[in-house]
């Protein structure tokens, strides 16, 4: 089984465009899987888009009454796949994006790298078509800010918000019960996300991918000073998270890329 999982904030343009176009993907590409759709607490008219795509789609929603925020999100959608599986190193979960900035035709890349034998495959984003100089600029350099900070040999895209994680890896993250795991926000909470499950996989691998700042219809929620002191701040919280050297005896980690962009 594969499980997608959205978090959602006020995306009600784009969501049901968007799981309709993952259903194309997988009508193409034959696999079981599932759709797992968080709504934040959004207060535009996203509930009811999602509730008419429930009757035709193998979808689950779960709702925010409020807003908690990026990490809070991805971390219940992760854990919702971990609860349902019942073959935890066979099934994987894919996290993307509701905005159209991860696109679906990707995602068959990503499952034949787990399916290959992978544990963890990262989908690093070329940033195409976003019109803010700054907000291309913070893009571009977050992961800079990282380095050092975050232990994940031969990723460059560490803030990627796009990946593929097989869910024995997530669920022995997640195994000390369900106290928060995350403790950054934003975009560094994709970084965390990729080191604590990294610390549990043998095999990380990654492929290139084109991320779209132009296919959302609504404004940009990243404000790139604020973005850029977030991700500056988390270095010191994720540094703790670094393994040591004992533990990376112990549980050797192999990184490949793929050479070429899948078509989009």
């Known amino acids: ?21 993952i259903r194309q993907v997988f009508a193409g590409f034959p696999r079981e899987y599932q759709l797992l759709v968080l709504d934040d607490g959004s207060d535009d008219p996203t509930a ?31 854990r919702q796949a971990v609860n349902r599986t019942d073959r935890p190193k066979r099934d994987s979960a894919i996290l993307m994006h509701a905005d159209f900035a991860h696109g679906p035709q990707f995602i068959p890349d990503l499952v034949r790298r787990i399916e290959s034998g992978a544990d963890i495959v990262i989908a690093e984003g070329k940033l195409e078509g976003e ?42 993250a997640f195994r000390n019960g369900p106290a928060p795991v995350l403790s950054t926000q934003g975009w560094a909470a994709n970084a965390e996300l990729y080191e ?7 095999r990380l691998e990654t492929i290139p991918a084109v991320e779209r700042g132009d296919l ?32 990376r005896d112990r549980v050797p980690r192999e990184t ?9």
């Open 1 to 21: 089984m594969i499980y997608v999982c959205i978090p959602s904030y006020n995306e009600a343009p784009t969501i049901g465009l968007l799981l309709w176009k």
């Open 196 to 202: 604590r499950a990294a610390q549990h996989a043998r």
């Open 131 to 172: 019109p803010s100089r700054s907000r291309r600029l913070v893009r571009r350099f977050a992961p800079v800010l990282l380095k050092g900070a975050v232990s994940l040999p031969g990723v460059s895209d560490v803030v990627s918000g796009f990946a593929i994680f097989r869910l024995i890896t997530l669920r022995n």
């Open 48 to 78: 009811e888009v999602l509730e008419r795509y429930t009757r035709v789609l193998p979808l689950t929603v779960v709702r925010h009454p409020e807003r908690k925020g990026y990490a809070a999100s991805i971390e219940e959608l992760l």
């Open 216 to 247: 959302r219809q609504r404004g940009s929620r990243i404000t790139s000073w604020d973005t850029a002191v977030t991700v500056w701040r988390a270095r010191r919280p994720l540094r703790h998270l670094m393994p040591s050297a004992a533990h």
């Open 256 to 264: 490949t890329r793929q050479a070429e962009v899948a078509p989009s």
